[in-house]
């Protein structure tokens, strides 16, 4: 029996002010299906991937249950195909959240925000799908859906995630010292990068 993660469940979704599927010079982006998690599976188990995320189960039934629990902010990376069907290639994260007010104006900080994050498989990466993706998603962060600021995370060690952000002319605000606890047991460094939209915009 199929799971639940299908178009028609995501109607209360935060994304829902985005026209899906968007399309960019090479890549198309869509709602996530329960056949792109499927799909997702083949390249977030590698390590190459893994050893980055913030989840990597071992096992499929695993890594069905833990996408299904983000479905809400999961959109799917594929290359479009002939006859309508595409390939998928990667994913991405746009969490909307609330920015951080104090109590008397904490209604207006509901929903400003974005942590957004991506993952690629390692067969497609080199090619600039990645930062086109990524650059696509602050436009949707800072497009339709009027969020004021966007913002990603990463270890200090994954070089090729700061790197891009960098490319996108996100902002290093933050260097965390050894407060991110690596599945390998090693507690490593942080990185923390943001744009605002009026600094997008420009």
Request: hydrophobic share 40%; with cysteine.
């Amino acid at each position: 029996m199929p799971h639940p993660v299908t178009e028609s469940s995501l109607t209360d979704d935060p994304l829902r002010a985005v026209d899906w599927p968007v399309r960019t010079e090479r890549l198309l982006l869509r709602r996530t299906t329960a056949a792109d998690i499927d799909a997702m599976w083949e390249f977030r188990r590698l390590p190459d991937v893994g050893m980055w995320i913030g989840g990597a189960p071992d096992t499929f039934e695993g890594h069905r249950a833990r996408m299904r629990r983000r479905a809400s902010s999961l959109v799917t990376v594929a290359l479009p195909g002939d006859g309508g069907d595409d390939t998928v290639i990667g994913e991405l994260m746009i969490r909307i959240e609330d920015g951080w007010a104090q109590a008397e104006v904490a209604a207006a900080a509901r929903g400003v925000q974005a942590e957004v994050g991506w993952s690629l498989d390692p067969a497609f990466q080199g090619r600039g799908y990645a930062t086109e993706a990524v650059r696509a998603a602050i436009d949707l962060c800072f497009g339709p859906l009027g969020l004021r600021r966007v913002q990603a995370n990463c270890f200090a060690a994954n070089e090729p995630s700061w790197r891009l952000m960098e490319r996108l002319g996100m902002r290093r605000e933050a260097h965390t010292i050894k407060d991110s606890l690596h599945r390998s047991g090693e507690w490593m460094d942080g990185f923390t990068y943001a744009l605002l939209a009026e600094e997008w915009n420009r």
